[in-house]
């Protein structure tokens, strides 16, 4: 075993090298020496990827994932590593922004795209009753949460899915219900479809969220639909039975539809628990739902596009099927069936590693960068980062009002206090601002990496802020 990481460490520090040269930039110099773990695997090498296949690390059952092992993404045409660099420049140094993974895929992944790939016909694809089977034995083993296979329906991502919910249930010009700070992409969705955001801004008490109940209720009565999402990005929150109850009894008594967002339910850090919003135990609650889930967080799969939702109310899910075309891609199907029918192993070790993530961010801040606030969040593998005294040491509200006068559109402190950090602290974080009322003086920070980079952007920062 020893040996044969050896070997593969090897492979991938010629493919690191092969990638720094054709790009030019030392980009991630500080990661060759970042550790003995680090695995300089470029995917821009995987451009000769059918001639490594063989030396690809691959543990099978049993084995130990080395979630330490930095997976070098830069040049791969990845959002969060070279988006952040097209925007600020060789300057960063870690990405961390938008939710999506660094680690290498799960073995099992990339070991069924291979015998996928050694059959050369990509025709149209017939979707097995297994790969919807899979996503029912899924949901029944992990959270008890039983799925009738006949109501999974299968979309390109969450998003395609919500919008044609929004379709069904918001007309044009009425009102979306959002409890914010909340994601940000649902905004997006309310575009695409010419409905409009109904903020309801929660309360933030010693650093957790909560619904504010009269607020909800008010604009539930204007609102055609609730987007809840669980848990909650950013903010991290796993809303509890009683919480998602109350939202269910207020929402069907103003016939407002509940669409529960769940695409982060399978990151929940220890001590706490994520209740699938159709395990309530009131059914009419439950029967005035859909939700939309998929395995694109869980195993980084975003760009293989493949997500599902279901109702337990065949009225809600035909109105919606009606909307919905998806045709799936062959290897999208192949990659995710693989994931969640043989995946659980990485994952179940992958999810310790995360919740140490958070307790080593918390710990860092609460120790070195006083004038972060983070309370550690009780799922997803996301940071949501009070930097309102970072706002005020730079003057970002200053400087956006001076800003926003040359500009067309207004410029927000955040995007002020982003390019402070991409400057100062080499790091790429997503600006608060943009996840709803709320949202204002905060960051949000991915810490879905290697501990050694969570590490490096906060010794950075803290060092900035020195
Ligand atoms: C809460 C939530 N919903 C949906 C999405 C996007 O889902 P998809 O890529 O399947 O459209 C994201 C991505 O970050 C998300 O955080």
Known sequence: MGLLLGAVITVYQQGGRRMAKRSGVNRRGFLRTAGTTALLGAVGAKTSLASETT????????????????????????????????????????????????????????????????????????????????????????????????????????????????????????????????????????????????????????????????????????????????????????????????????????????????????????????????????????????????????????????????STNPDLLARTQKHTRADLSSLGMVANHAAITEGEEWLDQLLPYIDANHEFAESYIKKNIPMLGYTKAQGTYLAWLDTHQVAEMIGAHETAERESRTSVEPVPPEDIVQRWFAEHARVFLNPGDSYGTGGADHMRMNLATSRVLVKRALDNIAAALA
């Not at 992944?109 to 016909?121: G, M, V």
């Not at 909560?210 to 991290?236: H, M, Y």
């Not at 509890?240 to 109350?246: E, G, H, N, V, Y």
Request: contains cysteine; aromatic residues 12%; glycine residues 6%.
């Open 55 to 310: 030396k690809i690390f691959r543990p099978t059952v049993g084995d130990t994932f080395d979630f330490d092992a930095v997976y070098d993404r830069v040049g791969s045409n990845c959002i969060k590593w070279d988006n952040a660099i097209r925007d600020f420049g060789d300057k960063i140094e870690v990405g961390m922004g938008i939710a999506d993974m660094d680690f290498q895929a799960a073995p099992c992944i990339t070991r069924a795209l291979e015998e996928r790939c050694s059959h050369e016909n990509w025709g149209y694809l017939s979707r097995p009753d297994a790969y919807a089977q899979a996503i029912v034995d899924w949901n029944q083993r992990r959270y008890g949460l039983e799925i009738d296979p006949e109501t999974v329906v299968f979309t390109t991502g969450v998003h395609p899915g919500i919008i044609a919910a929004l379709k069904a249930f918001a007309p044009p010009g009425t009102k979306v219900l959002l409890t914010t700070p909340t994601y940000n992409g649902f905004y997006s969705d309310l575009t695409f479809t010419d409905t409009i955001a109904e903020d309801s801004q929660m309360k933030l008490v010693d650093g957790r969220y909560s619904i504010d109940w009269d607020d909800f209720e008010t604009r539930a009565k204007r609102s055609n639909v609730f987007i809840l999402c669980n848990p909650q990005n950013p903010t991290g929150n796993c809303w509890s039975p009683a919480d998602m109850t109350r939202m269910g009894e207020i929402c069907l008594e103003h016939k407002v539809i509940v669409l529960s967002d769940e695409i982060h339910c399978d990151f929940v850090m220890s001590g706490q628990t994520y209740t699938p919003f159709a395990n309530l135990p009131n059914r009419e609650i439950v029967d005035n739902s859909l939700t939309f889930k998929a395995a694109s967080k869980t195993f980084s799969l975003a760009a293989m596009k493949v997500a599902w939702y279901f």
